[in-house]
């Protein structure tokens, strides 16, 4: 095995870690915004109909909940499930890490080159005790 094999199947692990990890963010965001999304959309529902009922004459109340809920719940939906490595790669190389989402992503791929670098620390270390 040469340094391009063993490079490649970094970046493959790479890629696969990235992808798992953004995948499970973003299920959690998405979850996060739609939630939200649905409680303010309910409250400025609920608030507008009593406003109806108690005083006709100001029924706008309720309506800046119900638009901030629907921009919630728009925005949960247009959140992308799929993670881009390639995108990643290239707006990490033009401006670094822009969002949590990519810090926690590259933390979670740098934790795992470093259990394989570790292991391949023990395995040195034993050839080495083998050879003595």
Known sequence: MDYFDENKE????EKKIFEEKYQKQMKAAKKVFLWMGLSFFIVG?????IVLFIQPDIFFVGIPFAFVGLLFIIFGI????KANYEKYKKRIENGGYFNIYDMNARMAVLE??????????????????KLK
């Open 112 to 129: 795992e080159k470093n259990n394989i670098l570790e292991s391949k620390i023990k395995k040195l270390e034993d050839e080495i005790r």
């Open 78 to 81: 247009a959140l992308p499930e």
């Open 10 to 13: 970094v970046v493959d692990l």
């Open 45 to 49: 529902l609920i608030g507008t109909i």
